[in-house]
């Protein structure tokens, strides 16, 4: 019974070889439609240095694959390790140039973040997801349900360390939540089954751990789309 409610699978955080992935696009697509996806986000990283060209080569294969398949790839960035401050001007460039999608890299436990990132992003009207949040502060969090921010539970390992918290928040204020992989190879991508376990695992609900992999998931998608 579960199987079919949980539908195809979409994830919005996936990275290729245009950034510190390892394979191209089109592989990446390949892959994640055998595990079962409708769609997925290609977000790889990006500051100044590589903004442009990263936002051109996705949405160029983004289209070829709009018109030689059925399947979705979303064009999308990552801002990672920028300064907080310079998100909102990254964010609307990256969605000036086509990007469908913003993730901001959040303070993860994992990585040296710098502080004030979460709160810069949840206040930036361009973006879409704050990826692997780490403690965010419920302020944050409301501010990112305010917003219309989504707050990612991630099943990469490190960043997942802090997923309990981040539901746990994320429930309290009411603020929508995905489950993405930040895919870098092959075997990090996931099919829907597995993305409800890591739902399940960061202490959500049956209920909330299907609409988690579903119902926001497709409710972004047509929001960017």
């Known amino acids: 019974m579960i199987r079919r409610e949980l539908g195809h699978r979409i994830d919005f955080h996936v990275h290729s070889l245009l950034s510190d992935g390892v394979l191209i696009p089109s592989e990446i697509a390949r892959r994640a439609r055998v595990l079962g996806h409708r769609a997925v986000a290609i977000t790889d990283h990006v500051d100044p240095s590589n903004l442009e060209s990263v936002v051109r080569s996705l949405t160029a294969v983004a289209e070829a694959e709009r018109v030689y398949s059925d399947f979705q790839i979303i064009p999308g960035v990552e801002l990672t390790h920028v300064p907080p401050n310079s998100i909102p ?3 609307a460039k990256a969605k000036m140039l086509g990007a469908k999608v913003v993730v901001v890299h959040g303070e993860t436990p994992a990585e040296p973040v710098e502080p004030g990132t979460n709160s810069s992003a949840v206040r930036c009207p361009d973006v879409d997801i704050l990826a692997h949040p ?3 502060s419920l302020e944050d969090a409301s501010l ?3 917003s219309d921010i989504y707050l990612e539970i991630s099943a990469r390992k490190g960043h997942c360390l802090t997923n309990g918290h ?3 928040v994320g429930m309290k204020v009411g603020a929508k939540m995905l489950v993405n992989t930040d895919a870098h190879e092959p075997d990090d991508l996931i099919d829907q089954e597995y993305a409800y376990r890591v739902a399940l695992g ?5 209920k909330l751990s299907l609409k988690v992999v579903t ?3 497709l409710e972004l998608l047509r929001k960017v789309c």
């Open 89 to 91: 001007s990254l964010a």
């Open 134 to 136: 780490g403690l965010i």
């Open 144 to 146: 990112a349900k305010d």
């Open 166 to 168: 981040v539901a746990r």
């Open 202 to 206: 960061a202490s959500m609900d049956r």
């Open 215 to 217: 119902d926001f998931p």
